[in-house]
């Protein structure tokens, strides 16, 4: 069993910046790949980013450039610094295995939202 708990969300100017953070209660942290996801109203729930340990990150072509995850896995923790947010990036935020989420450890999300 385990689960993921994300945290950091909030209303943010268009131009603004967040940092999420999600800690992890899973035995195999420091060995997975982690991701993050956002789901945007009407949407379905896309990867965003993820990053391996070891490895370098993927973003989505949407984020490259403003968003950056990072990780910590003695605090088994992965984080997603979001700069230069716009409107289109407002969603609930999910962090999960980066390769093949497991569905039972969906998180409740953190809810972004980008707005004047």
């Known amino acids: 069993q385990g689960q993921f708990v994300e945290s950091g969300g909030g209303l943010v100017q268009p131009g603004g910046s967040l940092r999420l953070s999600c800690a992890a209660s899973v035995s195999t942290f420091s060995d997975s790949t982690m991701g993050w996801y956002r789901q945007a109203p009407g949407k379905q729930r896309e990867l965003v980013a993820r990053l391996p340990s070891p490895g370098s990150p993927y973003y989505t072509e949407s984020v490259k450039g403003r968003f950056t995850i990072s990780r910590d896995n003695v605090k088994n923790t992965v984080y997603l610094q979001m700069d230069r947010l716009n409107p289109e990036d407002t969603g609930v935020y999910y962090c999960?295995?980066?390769?093949?989420?497991?569905?039972?450890?969906w998180g409740p999300g953190t809810q972004v939202t980008v707005s004047k």
């Open positions: 999960n295995y980066g390769i093949v989420p497991r569905q039972s450890f």
